[in-house]
């Protein structure tokens, strides 16, 4: 049984606490502003939530900034300056990444003449998430409907317990092949749930803000 509560919501954030097999933590699903004052107030709103929440906290979505120019594929080079304010954020707040699989440059566009390819979708966790999730993993898949990538988050430290899995996936779908796209996700989860293992499909769209659409694989 998977019980959620919804702490906070606006078109960019949703924040939820979540409660599975008597563990409990909070998540965030966060699809950033694509103006950088506006990402800016939101790392430092992260960065209070850092400070009040003495507890397991998991980050995901599309963080539409970078920490570094090797995130980058293509393009001209950015300044150093445009990487500070989400850097402040990981300097300060005790986020990790998670560890990863498939190709973590998860968005691609054109800009210009010039095609870019970037890793603005992320997975993370402050030190006590990874502390009771050790063996947490995030999985970049192939591009479906999106410009973004879908990504499976891997949570169950428990890796003898097959059954105990509990898989989550991120999906930021901004334009065609949706219905493509999330019949191959349910597809994951019948597999997922032929293997005896707990699933959550988590569809967030981006089109008019951030959707959370939760799907279990025994529904």
Request: neutral net charge; proline residues 3%; charged residues 30%.
């Amino acid at each position: 049984m998977i019980k959620i509560d919804i702490v906070y919501s606006n078109a960019n954030l949703i924040d939820i606490f979540i409660e599975y097999e008597g563990k409990g933590f909070f998540a965030s699903f966060v699809h950033s502003d694509c103006d950088r004052k506006q990402r800016k107030l939101q790392w430092g709103h992260f960065l209070n939530l850092a400070s009040a929440r003495d507890s397991l906290w998991f980050v995901t979505g599309n963080f539409n900034d970078l920490l570094y120019e090797e995130k980058k594929l293509g393009g001209p080079a950015r300044p150093d300056s445009s990487f500070v304010d989400l850097r402040i954020f990981f300097s300060k707040g005790d986020p990790f990444d998670l560890r990863d699989s498939g190709d973590p440059l998860s968005w691609r566009g054109q800009l210009g003449d010039y095609l870019v390819k970037c890793r603005l979708d992320k997975a993370v966790a402050n030190s006590l998430w990874a502390e009771t999730y050790p063996t947490a993993r995030c999985q970049y898949l192939d591009y479906e409907g999106s410009d973004h990538k879908p990504k499976f988050s891997f949570f169950e430290p428990d890796s003898k317990r097959r059954k105990g899995m509990f898989r989550y996936e991120q999906r930021l779908n901004d334009n065609g092949g949706s219905e493509r796209s999330h019949s191959k996700c349910l597809a994951k989860l019948k597999d997922c749930d032929d293997q005896g293992q707990n699933c959550c499909y988590l569809d967030m769209q981006s089109q008019s803000g951030i959707k959370l659409n939760i799907t279990t694989a025994d529904e």
